[in-house]
């Protein structure tokens, strides 16, 4: 495990535009100046310390508090290569799953809302705390997403997102 001088010894992190560059490298193929890790395929950026891969967004983290979160790393704006402070918060791993961006699986274009053939309905339901809420059948997909909303908004707070 790295330890925050550590890190400031060979990486500079830029709070504004959530961008680490090399201070250091013992790598001949890496310049000082560059811009540190690789982007994933979960589009995610990974830097490697010491043989050891770290998220970026984790490390932001640790270069500007001097601990590692004890749970993860929220990127509010969901775009989760953009480590600038202003958009990481700690959060655990439910409040994370709140601020999820709508599945690529949904067909209504709703987050939370589906639709129900047999009743010829769109059904609104949310999950909390690892339990799915009914929160009820609605005529159009807006009514069933509005009452998604009105929920997330109560359980999830500041962590609630319903795009």
């Given at each position: ?74 990127h ?43 009743r ?34 109560k ?9």
């Amino acid at each position: 495990m790295i330890t925050q001088s550590e890190l400031k010894e060979v990486l500079e992190y830029n709070p504004d535009t959530g961008v680490f560059t090399w201070k250091k490298t013992n790598n001949p193929r890496i310049k000082s100046g560059t811009i540190a890790g690789t982007i994933d395929r979960n589009a995610y950026r990974r830097i490697t310390l010491n043989g050891e891969r770290y998220m970026a967004n984790r490390l932001a983290y640790f270069y500007m508090t001097g601990n590692f979160p004890e749970n993860q790393v929220d990127h509010i704006n969901h775009i989760r290569d953009d480590n600038r402070w202003s958009n990481l918060r700690p959060a655990t791993k439910l409040e994370n799953q709140a601020n999820a961006k709508i599945s690529k699986r949904n067909t209504t274009g709703y987050k939370g809302v589906s639709y129900d053939k047999r009743r010829n309905k769109y059904r609104a339901e949310i999950c909390h705390n690892h339990n799915r809420i009914k929160l009820g059948s609605y005529t159009t997909a807006p009514e069933a997403h509005n009452a998604y909303i009105s929920m997330a908004k109560k359980l999830n707070k500041e962590f609630a997102c319903w795009k």
